[in-house]
C-alpha cells in the first residue's frame, strides 16, 4: 500500500470523528420520501458489510415495472472538508487484496452507519426508473428517501436459486422471493437492450487470493452468477439514470467513460483468425455480434476470450462532464452518459456525485467548482490504477506461494499482456499469473499457449515460466 502511495492507517483525527459520528440526519428533512414498507433487499458478495445499495421493483400496469435503486447517504455522515474526507479523497478508493481489505472509510462507518445494513433504518439517494416490456427506460428520476433492507442476500445463494439448483436462505420470504424473480426479469431485458447497442456482454473468470483456516495461501475463481449480473444490469441503468439526472438540471458532473480501444487491431486480428472479420474502425456492434457467436459456438474458452478483449479495450477512467462538453461514451457499455454514483462508501468518485445530487435538489450550486472536480477526476483514475497494482502484487504474491511445489508442471495459458516490461500469460487453471522468460518472441494478447513454470519468487510475487514454440 505504502509503496503505491496509499495510506494504509487511519489518522487519529479520522478515528476520533468516526466514534462521535452518528448515521445521516437527512432522513428528518421535508425532502425525504418514507420507502421504509417496500420489500427491499441487497444482494452482494457473502462477506460483504459494507453495503452501498438496495433494490426493489413494482409491476405497473401494461407491462411496464417501477425499479428503485437505494444508494447509502454517506455523506449525510461525512461532511464535505472533515478529516475523514480528506482521508477518504486521498485513498480515493477501498482496496480489496482477498487477504486484507483496506476501506475507504473506517468500518464504523462503511459497516455500520453509513452502510444499508439489514433490519436498520438508513438514509439514501434513490434513483428510480420505469421500464418497458421490450426493456427500454421510459423515466427516471432521483429523490432522497429513508429505507429498510429486508433481506441481506448473497450472490452465489441468489444465482444458484435463479438456476434451481438452491434453496435461498430462511430471511428471503415469498414477497422476497418474489421481488428478485421480477428483478431478474427486469434485468434480463436491459441486458437485452444495451445488447442491440452495442454493449460488450463479456464473461471472465475473476481471481483473488484467499488464505485458508490452515493459513495455506492459494488462488481462487470468483464465478459471475446470474444474481451478480442482474446487479450489474441494475447498477448500469441507475448511474445512466443519474447522469441524466444531472445532465438535465445543468450541473457538471464526473464521467466514468472507455474511450476508443487502445489496441482496436489487435482485436481485429484475433477475430479473424476465429473466421470473423471486424470492421477497420472500432464497432460495438460488430464486437458484440462477434462475441456472441463465439459465447455459442466455444462456451469452454469463452472466458479466454473475454479477457483478451478486455484487455485489449483498455482502463476506464473518470472524466469533468459540463453541458458544453462532448460525450465521449463508455465504449464496452455502448452508453454515451454514465457515471459511477452507486458505491459511495468504496469510490470517492461516487460520493462527489452524490453530493453535486444534493445540491441539485436543494436548488443550491455546485460544491465543486469545475477545476475541482477535473482534478478529483485526475487523481480518481490515478487512485484506481494504483488500486489495481495493490491487487494484482497481492495476487502474484500468493500465487508465487501456492505453485512453489510446481515448478516444472505445464500447463495451458493465455497471453495476457505484451509490453516494456514483457510478455505476460494467465494459466487457465489455476489462474495463476506471471511472465513468460523463455520462448515469448512473437506472442501477442490473446494467443494461447503452453507454459511450463520455471520458478517462483514468493518475496517479489515473481512466477516465471517458459512457453512452447507458437504453432503456425
Known sequence: MLDNGFNPDFPQEVLAETTSASSSSVATSKDVVDLRDLPWSSIDNDSSRDLDQLEVAEQLAGGDVRVRVAIADVDGTVARG?????????????????VVTYPMLPERLSTNLTSLAESADRASIVIEFVVGSDGAIRSHTVYLALVRNRAKLAYGNVGAWLDGRAELPSEADAKIQEQVRLQDKVAQSLRAVRARAGALDLDTVEAQAVVHSDNTVGIESVPRTRASALIEDFMIAANVAMAQFLDEHGTPS??????RPERWNRIVELAASLGTTLPAEPD?????????????????????????????????????HTADTPDVGHFGLAAHDYTHSTAPNRRFADLVIQRLLKAVIAKQAPPYTNDELTAIAAHCTEREDAARKVERQVRKIAASVSMMNRIGESFDAIVTGVNKNGVFARVIAPPIEGRIMRGQQGLDVGDKVRVTLLSTDPERGFVDFSAAPKSQ
Open 82 to 98: 472533515t478529516a475523514t474526507d480528506k482521508f477518504a479523497q486521498g485513498n480515493a478508493t477501498s482496496v480489496y487484496t482477498g
Open 254 to 259: 464526473l464521467r466514468r467513460i472507455v474511450r
Open 284 to 320: 460495438p456492434h460488430a464486437l458484440e455480434a462477434f462475441l456472441e457467436a463465439r459465447r455459442v459456438a466455444d462456451p469452454v474458452h469463452f472466458p479466454d476470450l473475454s479477457l483478451s478483449v478486455i484487455k485489449l479495450l483498455g482502463p476506464g477512467e473518470y472524466a469533468l
